[in-house]
């Protein structure tokens, strides 16, 4: 009885081209089969390779994607941007106020910001938020309100 295992032209150890991984598994049962260490070792080398091919562009991915995540300013109340966020959105749901500009000093946090509104179409006034200022740590929007209304009004 021969052995045919041998004879097949996808196990001769010659050929250069790679093989996809399904093809290489079934390679690699068949080599311990036949007892080819030669070929045993040159199919995990090849899937090896093939793992690691594929692992490089999948971590890429995935820290493109974390840093658009975290960085990104999508309007969303977390990240860099998430103070920022926040208060522009309690602005936008204040009556009467228009919000016509603003600026930030950008840096590994954003620091500071602030805003330039129009107050009943009539009086501008400037609402700012520094780094180490008491309404930088508020976090809940009824207390940001509370800050921007006492900007609003001591502005009269």
């Known amino acids: 009885m021969t052995n045919n295992y041998r004879s097949a032209t996808w196990l001769d150890t010659s050929m250069a081209i790679p093989r996809m991984a399904c093809y290489a598994d079934r390679e690699l049962r068949l080599c311990i089969l036949c007892g080819s260490t030669w070929n ?3 199919i995990m080398k090849m899937q090896k390779d093939i793992l690691f091919s594929l692992a490089i562009p999948v971590a ?3 820290l493109v994607c974390l840093w658009v ?5 999508h309007g969303g ?3 860099y941007y998430e103070h920022f966020n926040r208060v522009k959105h309690v602005m936008e749901e204040m009556p009467n106020v228009t919000i016509i500009d603003h600026w930030q000093h950008k840096d590994i946090s954003l620091e500071d910001f602030g805003f330039t509104l129009i107050i009943e179409g009539k009086r501008q006034v400037e ?3 520094t780094e180490n200022s008491p309404q930088m740590k508020m976090r809940s929007k009824s207390k940001i309100r509370e800050f921007i209304q006492e900007k609003i009004d001591s502005r009269n």
Do not use: M, S, Y
């Open 40 to 42: 045993i070792v040159r």
């Open 69 to 73: 995540a975290l960085f990104a300013d």
């Open 127 to 129: 609402v700012d938020f």
């Open 77 to 79: 109340e977390f990240g």
């Open 60 to 62: 890429i991915l995935v």
